[in-house]
């Protein structure tokens, strides 16, 4: 008999880099990587598990922005390429490495990038989209909804309806791509303030995830915790990150990515070799291959080389172990009248990207999951489905970020943003409510425009990398750049005087939501 359900839930997101004005553009690479290491992987990982009918049920976020970016043909193609660069490279290191230990190894990255092809290119038809609606309609994969772009929806919640049209245009763009209306909400950075619960019921959206203590600082306090969730106010439920299935994979000291055992991340032949000796791919400069031959190994020592089936015995044992914990705390609540929830969100680039062994780890979870009768995996839908009477209660503000709230986003280093996006956002709301009745195409044409460039500056990635001093210098100039953008179409569409080929220009940079609809900025719920 089920004790618990485990709600395995992946937020696959990257923010939209797409630089049509440059033959190859270094940020684009962030895509290529997570094509490579991840989603793919993923997907492979689901299709096994189907054509050896396995069971499952898990939760996949894909964020509007992720979804432009892999149904961009221009983006594709320069992946594809990309793919062919990583082939070639291995291949020469097949030659160069063959009287040394790491020829294993070079021919372990040969025949990976191989089958990457393979099942992207030939078997998928570069359409990672269909995969996952595919993977939808075989009842195994929900997918859920997310903002526009990954916008922390609290610092815009006062902003003449910023909140409100990051979630709205999300939604619209969930159903253009898959089809359907969401169910779930992915809140970016699970970032959540009372009355965007508000926002959410108004799309119809069912529950969305927070971190622990937006329930455990709920008033009325959470009775169950986090293993069951709580009505909101408006109606959409709350389901709360479990703390310890989180400190089992994220723990920086005790987490299982960091094993000796597994592949380590920062070792990469891109910085072992020379830009000539890397070839194409390097594109003259030092930076990331995905060509990784040593372990985490620990110490302050030399690396040693990676063990790929030792590595794979490891992710075995963490799943089992993993396994064993989520039995063990349902085996604790066993005495309380209700079926519990562990909810264990994680950015889906953790498996694959930054922990490669991350899905051999995922799929022997699901496989020992199957076989058990103690604790099952669910959807959150599934689960409200099941369980229909919850508590309802004012859940707390918070976030998954450092500190719990909103601190990381609103850093020294990155506060600048806030008072030109909040101006961008209240010049936006006037001049739609101001042609809220035109159905001129020109207008509309504009207005779009303006929309998606205020939307891009908005992104939560801009200021967590400018805080975190990891490409910095690019996510300010994004910021700058898009706002600059809005600020031209803005003044010279309120003069009369639009510069057409500068529009044409913005229209063929920053091409997404093809059919967005600005007239979500004159609705006054904030």
Not at 444 to 451: G, T
Request: charged residues 25%; glycine residues 6%; negative net charge.
């Amino acid at each position: 008999m089920t004790r618990g359900s485990l709600a395995l839930i992946l937020h696959a997101h990257l923010p939209f880099v797409r630089h049509p004005e440059h033959e190859w553009f270094f940020e684009e690479e962030w895509l290529f990587e997570a094509i490579t290491e991840t989603y793919v992987p993923l997907v492979a990982m689901m299709r096994r598990l189907h054509a050896d009918a396995v069971p499952f049920r898990i939760t996949m976020s894909v964020t509007p922005t992720l979804g432009a970016m892999l149904r961009d043909e221009l983006l594709l193609e320069r992946y594809v390429r990309h793919l062919n660069e990583l082939i070639e490279l291995s291949e020469r290191e097949i030659v160069r490495t063959r009287a040394t230990n790491v020829a294993p190894l070079a021919h372990f990255y040969h025949d990976l990038f191989r089958e990457t092809k393979k099942l992207f290119v030939d078997e998928w038809q570069c359409d990672l989209i269909q995969q996952l609606r595919e993977l939808r309609d075989l009842g195994s994969l929900e997918i859920i909804a997310s903002s526009a772009t990954h916008a922390v929806l609290p610092l815009f919640q006062k902003t003449s309806g910023a909140a409100h049209a990051q979630i709205a245009i999300g939604c619209d763009e969930f159903r253009e791509i898959f089809g359907a209306d969401p169910v779930g909400f992915w809140l970016p950075e699970c970032a959540y303030a009372p009355g965007i619960d508000v926002l959410l019921q108004r799309q119809e959206v069912r529950w969305f995830v927070i971190d622990a203590h937006g329930l455990t600082s709920a008033q009325p306090a959470a009775m169950r915790g986090t293993y069951a969730p709580c009505f909101t106010p408006a109606g959409p439920a709350a389901f709360a990150r479990d703390r310890e299935t989180s400190r089992q994979v994220w723990d920086a000291k005790s987490g299982f990515p960091g094993d000796p055992a597994y592949r380590d991340f920062y070792r990469d032949l891109g910085f072992d070799l020379t830009p000539e000796i890397i070839g194409k791919l390097s594109h003259g400069i030092r930076k990331f291959t995905g060509i990784k031959y040593h372990r985490v190994t620990g110490g302050d020592g030399a690396k040693q080389l990676y063990d790929p089936e030792g590595a794979k015995r490891v992710a075995h044992e963490h799943a089992r172990h993993f396994l064993e914990r989520r039995t063990a705390q349902f085996s604790e609540l066993q005495e309380h009248n209700f079926t519990p929830i562990v909810v264990a969100p994680f950015d889906a680039e953790l498996f694959g990207h930054w922990w490669f062994e991350g899905p051999i780890f995922l799929e022997q979870l699901i496989r020992l999951t199957a076989a058990r009768t103690d604790v099952g995996l669910t959807t959150p839908t599934q689960y409200l489905e099941a369980n229909r009477t919850q508590q309802s209660t004012q859940v707390a503000a918070s976030s998954w970020g450092d500190k719990g709230y909103f601190d990381v986003w609103l850093d020294e280093k990155c506060s600048w943003i806030y008072p030109l996006l909040h101006r961008a956002g209240r010049e936006m709301s006037e001049v739609t409510r101001k042609h809220s009745a035109d159905s001129d195409s020109n207008t509309s044409r504009v207005l779009k425009q303006l929309a998606r460039e205020l939307l891009l500056a908005q992104s939560s990635d801009w200021p967590f990398l400018i805080r975190n001093h990891t490409a910095g210098d690019y996510a300010s100039a994004r910021v700058r750049d898009h706002l600059e953008r809005f600020r031209r179409l803005h003044d010279s569409f309120v003069a009369g005087r639009v510069d057409d080929a500068f529009l044409s220009g913005c229209e063929a940079r920053d091409n997404l939501f093809r059919d967005l609809d600005w007239r979500h900025y004159i609705s006054s719920c904030n």
